[in-house]
């Protein structure tokens, strides 16, 4: 299955290579191919301005917004020039006239986890935003509305970060003065 | 923890309130998409407020989360101008249980059985855009049947959960009998996944690698005959909705939304078609075995909720004439890939090797391991995009599995929807877009 949707795009790639020098590059940021879709690797201040720009090519359907926390899965491969960060935001764009998508992941350090909203562009990512900062405390700056989505308002700790731990139910019975 | 960074913007911030009549389209479009949320117990002063209806004639109510037309425990907040809507606010989160958090500490042969109880009435749909999420970073080839017998068991999924849509939609709207047809013909459908699977709902039939069994004896007989039996009930729902006087007037022009506020509000599926724009993943980017088999994409015109009743009627009917042609086309072959170490060995053979019990031990006391990567694929789900984001990081359990649910997304809509409309069109309209709270919340 994986297969076909290559050969579906294999022509683009060879189209997009071709005009533009190694290593490929989508708007300045660096792409690589993997299973038959582009994905980006834009620098944390120039994200926006690459999301904007890849809108104006025509992908005018934000699909999925969300993010990762590589705290415990740090070396992973990256293109040439981008660091790893402890957090990732990746977008999944989808162009509806060109029938294809692009994933943009953009690095986003642990020490200051704010990255700029994209609600401007896409104001269907208000929701998946605010998913990313309740599910891993990352700050979308511009956003409206950045507040707790899913978690209660005055829950502490962001639960989908890997140093957050899945904790225990307590089970009664055991504090209960056992018959024996 | 050294690298956690406490955050404070937790707590609820200031409520902002644009003044209407300052807003151009862009703001009004951002106004649109997020307005409204209240720390809950705090009383507002309308005062406060510069909105058109006087300052004492609005007031703010909660509708939900145990209202029972919000389809579970969806909350939404409206502004009342007597009884018409000045603007809204869905409020989710009721439902959520962490199945994400959850997915990364379940092996991956244990995934199917979390994902499935996402979507709750789109089961086969969460299996099967996991499984294949899995596979995708495998590197397995289903065979062809398996993938048939997904397309089979897909299209059927979505008969079900669109009569489970008109049931309810009837419900809400007050044809009340409406309920009990669209539950008893889902029945049916719902007999034939017991039939393959052995439960009714929850199935964790689509795993990564294939199905867990193949279709039982005499299913070519048993989906003909369900091929047979709903398309002239669907006859009848057409004279008892379309045709109803009551249910148009209370669906047309309700809850109207344009193909250009849909998209940028990430809606999809039925919710986008209503609108006009023609979108379907089956079509416009085929995955499985979907570019074999004819259908036609249903489109509405106007973006009512009375286009996307009627997108899912007719879906109904398309998804009806593609089942036919499955059975047609289902090739004989396995329905899982043969490799032992990402599928268990048959049951008989424990008993005769060795080597098929060691594969079976390992199989489901340490898993398999996939290759590190990512990878996205979506499926065309009742609701529209249904998403799998898969991180794996070489270990047995996934380093992270984000699902797009449709609905999650497609309640974004509401806003827009109920903005100008009346209370009672409120409901018309939650039902309209159709949401599943399990989905939403995860």
């Given at each position: 299955m994986s297969d076909e949707t290559v050969v579906d795009e294999a022509p683009e790639v060879e189209a997009a290579s071709a005009t533009e020098p190694e290593p490929e590059l989508v708007h300045g940021a660096p792409v690589v191919w993997a299973r038959g879709m582009q994905v980006a690797f834009p620098a944390l201040d120039a994200y926006y301005d690459t999301v904007g720009a890849l809108k104006a090519d025509g992908?005018?359907?934000?699909a999925d917004l969300t993010a990762v926390d590589y705290l415990v899965h740090g070396p992973r491969p990256l293109p040439a020039g981008i660091d790893p960060e402890r957090f990732e935001v990746v977008v999944n764009l989808l162009s509806m006239s060109a029938h294809r998508r692009i994933r943009l992941r953009a690095q986003v350090p642990a020490a200051e986890p704010v990255v700029r909203s994209l609600f401007e562009l896409y104001p269907g990512t208000e929701a998946m935003e605010r998913e990313a900062f309740d599910m891993y405390g990352i700050r979308f700056e511009g956003h409206p509305d950045l507040t707790r989505i899913?978690?209660?308002?005055?829950?502490?700790?962001?639960?989908?970060?890997?140093?957050y731990s899945v904790g225990r139910v307590p089970v009664q019975f055991k504090a209960a003065p056992a018959a024996r | 923890m050294s690298d956690y960074v406490p955050t404070v913007e937790t707590s609820e911030g200031a409520q902002e309130m644009r003044p209407r009549?300052?807003?151009?389209p862009m703001e009004l479009l951002r106004e649109q998409g997020a307005v409204l949320r209240l720390p809950e117990g705090v009383n507002v002063d309308p005062a406060d407020m510069d909105v058109?209806?006087?300052?004492?004639d609005t007031m703010i109510i909660n509708m939900g989360p145990q209202h029972p037309s919000t389809h579970g425990v969806l909350r939404v907040m409206l502004e009342l101008d007597g009884e018409t809507v000045l603007r809204s606010k869905p409020v989710i989160g009721y439902l959520h249980t962490g199945m994400e958090k959850t997915q990364e500490d379940l092996m991956y042969v244990q995934g199917s059985t979390n994902v499935t109880r996402m979507d709750y009435l789109a089961n086969f749909f969460n299996e099967a855009v996991f499984s294949w999420a899995v596979e995708d970073l495998l590197g397995v080839e289903v065979p062809p049947r398996a993938t048939w017998i997904r397309m089979l068991m897909c299209e059927l999924n979505r008969v079900s959960s669109h009569l489970l849509f008109m049931a309810t939609n009837g419900m809400d709207i007050g044809a009340t009998s409406m309920m009990i047809y669209g539950w008893r013909e889902r029945e049916l459908v719902l007999s034939f996944f017991e039939a393959v699977t052995g439960l009714r709902m929850n199935y964790n039939y689509i795993r990564p690698g294939g199905v867990a069994a193949d279709l039982p004896d005499g299913w070519e007989d048993h989906v003909l005959s369900l091929c047979d039996a709903i398309p002239p009930r669907l006859d009848q729902y057409d004279t008892l909705l379309t045709e109803q006087p009551i249910f148009r007037d209370r669906t047309e022009g309700v809850g109207v939304i344009t193909a250009e506020q849909a998209m940028a509000l990430s809606a999809s599926g039925p919710v986008l078609r209503s609108t006009g724009a023609s979108w379907d993943l089956r079509r416009d980017m085929p995955y499985w075995f979907y570019d074999e088999v004819e259908f036609d994409v249903i489109v509405g015109s106007y973006g009512d909720a009375f286009d996307r009743y009627a997108v899912r009627l007719n879906e109904m009917r398309e998804s009806l004439r593609i089942v036919r042609q499955i059975v047609e086309k289902m090739p004989k072959g396995d329905y899982r890939v043969q490799d032992k170490k990402v599928t268990p060995p048959p049951r008989a053979r424990i008993d005769e090797s060795m080597e098929a019990l060691i594969h079976h031990f390992k199989l489901f006391t340490e898993g398999f391991k996939v290759p590190p990567g990512e990878t996205y694929v979506a499926v065309e789900a009742p609701r529209g995009e249904l998403g799998c984001y898969l991180v794996a990081d070489g270990s047995s359990k996934p380093y992270r599995c984000h699902i797009r649910d449709a609905s999650f997304a497609n309640l974004q809509t509401l806003p827009v929807m109920l903005r100008g409309g009346f209370v009672a069109d409120a409901v018309a309209v939650i039902s309209s877009i159709d949401p599943v709270m399990g989905g939403v919340d995860r």
């Amino acid at each position: 299955m994986s297969d076909e949707t290559v050969v579906d795009e294999a022509p683009e790639v060879e189209a997009a290579s071709a005009t533009e020098p190694e290593p490929e590059l989508v708007h300045g940021a660096p792409v690589v191919w993997a299973r038959g879709m582009q994905v980006a690797f834009p620098a944390l201040d120039a994200y926006y301005d690459t999301v904007g720009a890849l809108k104006a090519d025509g992908f005018d359907f934000c699909a999925d917004l969300t993010a990762v926390d590589y705290l415990v899965h740090g070396p992973r491969p990256l293109p040439a020039g981008i660091d790893p960060e402890r957090f990732e935001v990746v977008v999944n764009l989808l162009s509806m006239s060109a029938h294809r998508r692009i994933r943009l992941r953009a690095q986003v350090p642990a020490a200051e986890p704010v990255v700029r909203s994209l609600f401007e562009l896409y104001p269907g990512t208000e929701a998946m935003e605010r998913e990313a900062f309740d599910m891993y405390g990352i700050r979308f700056e511009g956003h409206p509305d950045l507040t707790r989505i899913l978690m209660p308002e005055d829950w502490e700790g962001h639960p989908l970060r890997k140093d957050y731990s899945v904790g225990r139910v307590p089970v009664q019975f055991k504090a209960a003065p056992a018959a024996r | 923890m050294s690298d956690y960074v406490p955050t404070v913007e937790t707590s609820e911030g200031a409520q902002e309130m644009r003044p209407r009549s300052a807003t151009d389209p862009m703001e009004l479009l951002r106004e649109q998409g997020a307005v409204l949320r209240l720390p809950e117990g705090v009383n507002v002063d309308p005062a406060d407020m510069d909105v058109e209806a006087g300052e004492d004639d609005t007031m703010i109510i909660n509708m939900g989360p145990q209202h029972p037309s919000t389809h579970g425990v969806l909350r939404v907040m409206l502004e009342l101008d007597g009884e018409t809507v000045l603007r809204s606010k869905p409020v989710i989160g009721y439902l959520h249980t962490g199945m994400e958090k959850t997915q990364e500490d379940l092996m991956y042969v244990q995934g199917s059985t979390n994902v499935t109880r996402m979507d709750y009435l789109a089961n086969f749909f969460n299996e099967a855009v996991f499984s294949w999420a899995v596979e995708d970073l495998l590197g397995v080839e289903v065979p062809p049947r398996a993938t048939w017998i997904r397309m089979l068991m897909c299209e059927l999924n979505r008969v079900s959960s669109h009569l489970l849509f008109m049931a309810t939609n009837g419900m809400d709207i007050g044809a009340t009998s409406m309920m009990i047809y669209g539950w008893r013909e889902r029945e049916l459908v719902l007999s034939f996944f017991e039939a393959v699977t052995g439960l009714r709902m929850n199935y964790n039939y689509i795993r990564p690698g294939g199905v867990a069994a193949d279709l039982p004896d005499g299913w070519e007989d048993h989906v003909l005959s369900l091929c047979d039996a709903i398309p002239p009930r669907l006859d009848q729902y057409d004279t008892l909705l379309t045709e109803q006087p009551i249910f148009r007037d209370r669906t047309e022009g309700v809850g109207v939304i344009t193909a250009e506020q849909a998209m940028a509000l990430s809606a999809s599926g039925p919710v986008l078609r209503s609108t006009g724009a023609s979108w379907d993943l089956r079509r416009d980017m085929p995955y499985w075995f979907y570019d074999e088999v004819e259908f036609d994409v249903i489109v509405g015109s106007y973006g009512d909720a009375f286009d996307r009743y009627a997108v899912r009627l007719n879906e109904m009917r398309e998804s009806l004439r593609i089942v036919r042609q499955i059975v047609e086309k289902m090739p004989k072959g396995d329905y899982r890939v043969q490799d032992k170490k990402v599928t268990p060995p048959p049951r008989a053979r424990i008993d005769e090797s060795m080597e098929a019990l060691i594969h079976h031990f390992k199989l489901f006391t340490e898993g398999f391991k996939v290759p590190p990567g990512e990878t996205y694929v979506a499926v065309e789900a009742p609701r529209g995009e249904l998403g799998c984001y898969l991180v794996a990081d070489g270990s047995s359990k996934p380093y992270r599995c984000h699902i797009r649910d449709a609905s999650f997304a497609n309640l974004q809509t509401l806003p827009v929807m109920l903005r100008g409309g009346f209370v009672a069109d409120a409901v018309a309209v939650i039902s309209s877009i159709d949401p599943v709270m399990g989905g939403v919340d995860r």
